[in-house]
């Protein structure tokens, strides 16, 4: 397998179209505009990419700094022993060929959604019995001023 040069790459720019999905249907802010450009690459093959809100730096501080604490205080673990536990317990792993030798790549929860962070910890929760404080007992969510 041969990599593809800089010259190739530069061939293969991105135009990006910003829309909403609003009743089911792709909608452009400009559509007239979108209809037009679209034209110029007529039997081109595209990739339509839907950005996922990844894991949040406070859900993370939630977690190293309040919940695995909690947890490291009840169990008597430490927090990078705990945190290497769950990782292991409810990421997936995938498999590589490198270098002609297989090895296990281990998912991090930085790769994880919104979402599907709040559902590591909820798992962690559910295995330990140990649950998390809500957020706004730990002062992460104010409630004053709407905020």
């Known amino acids: 397998m041969t990599g593809i040069g800089y010259s190739e790459i530069k061939k293969h720019f991105c135009m ?11 909608n452009f802010n400009s559509l ?3 209809k037009e450009k679209i034209k110029e690459y007529e039997g081109r093959v595209f990739k339509l990419s839907i950005p996922v809100p990844q894991r949040s730096l406070s859900q993370n ?9 909690i947890l490291a205080e ?3 673990h430490t927090t990078e022993e705990l945190h290497a536990w769950a990782k ?3 990421l997936p ?12 790549l281990e998912k991090s929860t930085k790769d994880l959604t919104k979402s599907e962070f709040a559902e590591y910890i909820m798992n962690i929760e559910a295995d330990t019995g140990i649950p ?10 104010s409630n004053k001023n709407g905020l």
């Open 16 to 26: 990006n179209f910003l829309g909403r999905v609003e009743n089911g249907k792709l």
């Open 32 to 34: 007239d505009w979108v």
């Open 74 to 76: 009840d169990t008597g």
């Open 132 to 141: 998390a404080p809500s957020p706004e007992e730990a002062g992460f969510i």
């Open 93 to 104: 792993r995938t498999h590589a060929v490198v270098m002609g030798e297989e090895v296990e």
């Open 88 to 90: 292991k317990r409810f």
């Open 61 to 69: 501080a939630f977690y190293w700094g309040v919940y695995l604490p």
